[in-house]
């Protein structure tokens, strides 16, 4: 018994003396590591406050010294940290332990030696473990800081390079951009020259791109590494980048100016012209350089603008016109509305036709040459009269009509006469004006047949040529002539008389005029058949009726009234009526209610002189004149008369309806235009006579008698 108990406190002592032999090692190491442990922690908060880099040289310089002194304290610290580890390491070999879960009772008072001993080990390996980790992590970071410093330095001194590179450049490039002169002064001839020139420049300056992209590469790739430019490195790249920008800007812009100017000007020139269609449409060029239009939508094409077509879908409004003079110079109006050529003066067309192009009027001109006069024509009409006008449309549109008036077939060319007839019809001129810019001094009967067969395209164009003699021109050269006293050359003067007649050929041309004159007129009555009021444009009044007015539709397109009937002669006016006016017409109508249908068959008038013969009388004034008013009391007494003879026909006396209609003898056009043209308000049986020349005692002394004479029947 005593002798187990010997061998048991032997064993006690024995593992007593390991136990504390164990014990001494490991708490002479646990301080050292967790020593080690503190500060390669600390350490590792320092390498990390030293980012991130600011992206200026000098700075990343200092930064990279400093981090060099950095790491040389950690190398000085590594001996020291390397024999602690080694330490624990011999002592994990010699006291090796199992990897199980740690248990808090195993470093507990009461735990078996054994167990003790494997949680001290435990806890070692697992400072030393930590310790380790931190150390390898630490120096590499150290490496890895350097290694990035080294770059970023590299960076730096390349995207200086760079920059530097690119502002001398861009100096360079602006320098030249100075010596540019502005395109308006350039001459057209050196379009061409300039052209090339700049694009030669463009050249030249695209290395800067590279530079500039290769400085802003650099800063990108510093950005992803964390690295934030200065403010004077990131000013100096956002100006790089902005000059380049505005040189580039400028380049392309001055050489697109330069070929719009050289597409404007220069010998090729249509090209502007495609803006004036918009989409689904897109203007094309024919090969002999006549223009055609595009629907991409519906994939057709035509040889009329968009805007043209729908102009002579809208003239189909006005077929209802039956008098064909009218409806020709309506639609005209239309068409000279929708080319602003109602805005065109004689006097700014005199200034075109004075170009090389138009001084020979027999000369053949092509399409590029109609667009530079329209062109010319409609940039000083904007320029002289201060009015934003569509350059390119009108001008297309205008060469669209012009070709489709004298060139039908689009054979691509016509003549200067062609172009200066059909501009001149439609300027805003009046009819002698526009007669006067025909022939120049003298022409033969050859040279008037060519004008007149110009002219005469115009309403052919419309379908309207047939009610003005077709377009055989030769009874209108005839009948010019005739002024001619026989000789085989026509004067200006004697042209302008003829035509002051309103010859059947031409007398679309005044009527055009008085439409254009009656469209803003206002005449204070009331029509007799829509009862509008007051009448707006043409007004016309009965000659042979009291107190019939009628407004220019219901008179155009043939309305009658309820129980009414239109009578001839009519009097047509297109400005508001005076007095006087009233007064002479009162007279007329007095007169005609005498007059049977013998009386107007064997005195027939017509508004227009025919191209089949001369009307042989002297023209007298329009009806607008404003002859002297009779005595007051005169005026009363037809005032009161005229309501008198109102009453009777009201009551359809026969006596005053015996009148002519226009269905019982000539055709409507002739009856229209015969009262109002210049030379309808004349008296036949006494043609000599002028409205404006009467004397007022002598009227005035007819109208009593007229008057006396009526009541004594009365």
Known sequence: ???CWNEIKKRSHSLRARLEAFSDPTLKLQPPLQEIIDWLGQKDEDLSAQLPLRGDFSMVEQAKDKHLLFMEEVKSRGPYIYSVLESAQAFLTQHPFQEIEEDASALAKDASPKSRSQSLSRLLWKQASVASELWDRL?????DQHRHLERTIEQLRDLGVSIKEATDALNQAESVQTTWEPIGDLFIDSLPEHIQATKLFKEEITPIKDTIKMANDLAHQLALSDVHLSIENARELEQINSRWKQIQTSVTERLRQLQDAHRDFGPESQHFLSSSVQVPWERAISPNKVPYYINHQAQTTCWDHPKMTELYQALGDLNNIKFSAYRTAMKLRRVQKALRLDLVTLPLLSQIFSSDTLQSSDRSLDILDVIRCLSSLYERLEEERGLLVNVPLCVDLALNWLLNVFDGARVGRIRALSFKAGIVCLCDCDVKGKLQSGPEGTCDQRQLGLLLQEAIQIPRQL???AAFGGSNVEPSVRSCFRFGNGTSYLELSQFLEWGSL?????VWLPVLHRVTLAETVKHQTK?????QCPIKGFRYRSLKQFGVDICQS?????QAGKGNKLHYPIMEYYTPTTSGEKVRDFATTLKNKFRTRHYFSRHPQRGYLPVQ???????????LSSPMLPHAETHSRIEHFASRLAEMENQNCSFFTDSLSPDDSLDEDQYLLRHSSPITDRDPCSATQTIGGFNPEEEQGELEKVLAQLEHEN
């Open 1 to 3: 018994m005593n002798i």
């Open 139 to 143: 120096t590499a970071r150290c490496l």
């Open 463 to 465: 379908g309207e040529v």
């Open 502 to 506: 309103e010859p059947q050929s031409l």
């Open 527 to 531: 029509c007799s058949i829509c009862k």
């Open 554 to 558: 219901c008179f155009l397109t043939g």
């Open 613 to 623: 013969s001369v009307l042989e009388v002297e023209v007298t004034d329009t009806p």
